[in-house]
């Protein structure tokens, strides 16, 4: 079912994706890059954009004219070198969580890069993210603090997200940030859909560490990917999410797979899955997306949605059970801590904070009933 670069596709940024995705698949000589001008340097802005760059340099032919463009290497030589000090400091995390007897599971980027990939520094990424039960979340917040990290200030943790993040500096100047996740989707009607518990029965234990370092198995660490992609990303999704996608995919046996589809059914999840699926299969076709649409019953696929941002809020507060929480999400939407709108805005004093609600109640009312 994957798309012809040459189709007539409305979305610029989704064609150039889709062609970015041929590059990675065939692995060749660009013979454009050498004739059209401009061609090299829109895929690499392409690439880094994406999150590919690396990952393309390490599957391009010797041959090929993107392998020897000095952009491109640099580009891959400098995540390298980053995943170095990433790959130090998760460790010592790591460590530190496992001396503390806290329970959590390493999520997306940061397991996918040792389950998956060749080698784990082709995977880049900003964060480390763990998931964890709400009850440890002073627990993790504790050891992290023994670790040098610091809280970052956010909107909120309770309705409005069901995270909170951590910052640490390295002595190199590199900035780590941890986000804790009590629940694997701040959309609100996907959230309790997976528990902790449930997905730490079925965990895997990653070889990169000499003491337990877990991860979701790969069936789960596909649901994760498909909720990642449509409850938070579906206007602007990123190739390496679609790679992930695609690797797990390969990874996985059929009875892995039939698993997969058992989870999803036993959980609503299809048409989730279903839309995620078929944004992969447009840009990889992996041989298994059309067998797993067609048992669902969705042979056809279903596009990923264009939601606008009321349509999203609409979602999110339909989603609450009764009219006292509905109010209180709309409230803490409307009115995060003090200390956030100081953090964000920097007033010059303390009388300007309430300015800064209105400012910023004004410009979210017109993103959100505005343009998509």
């Not at 020897?68 to 640099?74: A, R, S, Y």
């Not at 397991?111 to 440890?136: H, M």
């Not at 992609?229 to 797979?257: A, C, F, K, T």
Request: proline content about 4%; charged content about 25%; aromatic content about 10%.
């Amino acid at each position: 079912m994957r798309l012809d670069v040459d189709e007539q596709i409305p979305n610029r940024e989704i064609s150039g994706s889709i062609e970015l995705a041929r590059i990675l698949l065939e692995s060749t000589n660009v013979e454009r890059g050498q004739t059209e001008a401009g061609y090299a340097d829109r895929i690499l802005d392409l690439a880094k954009n994406h999150g590919v760059h690396a990952l393309l340099y390490s599957l391009l032919d010797k041959s090929s004219v993107l392998k020897h463009t000095d952009t491109l290497k640099q580009a891959a030589f400098h995540q390298a070198a980053l995943f170095q000090l990433q790959d130090k400091e998760l460790e010592r995390v790591c460590a530190g969580l496992y001396a503390a007897n806290v329970p959590y599971l390493l999520v997306k980027g940061a397991a996918l890069c040792y389950q998956i990939y060749a080698t784990p520094d082709i995977r880049p990424r900003v964060d480390t993210d763990v998931f964890i039960d709400k009850s440890s979340l002073a627990d993790i917040r504790e050891t992290l603090s023994s670790l040098g990290y610091e809280s970052v200030l956010a909107h909120d943790g309770g309705l409005v997200s069901y995270q909170t993040s951590m910052r640490y500096t390295d002595e190199c100047q590199v900035t780590h940030t941890v986000d804790i996740h009590w629940n694997l989707s701040n959309r609100h009607e996907y959230r309790d859909i997976l528990s902790f518990e449930f997905v730490n029965e079925s965990a895997v234990t990653l070889r990169r560490f000499a003491f337990p370092v877990r991860a979701p198995n790969y069936g789960l660490a596909l649901c994760l990917a498909c909720l990642h992609l449509v409850g938070h990303h579906s206007e602007n999704p990123r190739l390496i999410w679609y790679y992930d996608m695609n690797l797990l995919l390969q990874r996985m046996r059929q009875r892995e797979i039939e698993e997969f589809m058992e989870l999803i059914g036993s959980r609503k999840l299809e048409n989730v899955t279903c839309q995620a699926l078929t944004a992969l299969d447009s840009h990889f076709g992996n041989e298994s997306v059309s067998t797993i649409l067609e048992k669902l019953g969705y042979g056809d696929g279903i596009p990923m949605p264009e939601e606008s941002r009321l349509a999203l809020l609409s979602s999110n507060i339909r989603s609450f059970p009764t009219l006292s929480t509905k109010c209180k999400y709309l409230f803490t939407l409307a009115f995060p801590p003090a200390d956030y709108i100081q953090n964000r805005f920097e007033p010059a004093s303390k009388f300007l904070v309430p300015w800064y609600y209105v400012y910023r109640i004004y410009k979210g009312t017109l993103k959100t009933v505005g343009r998509r």
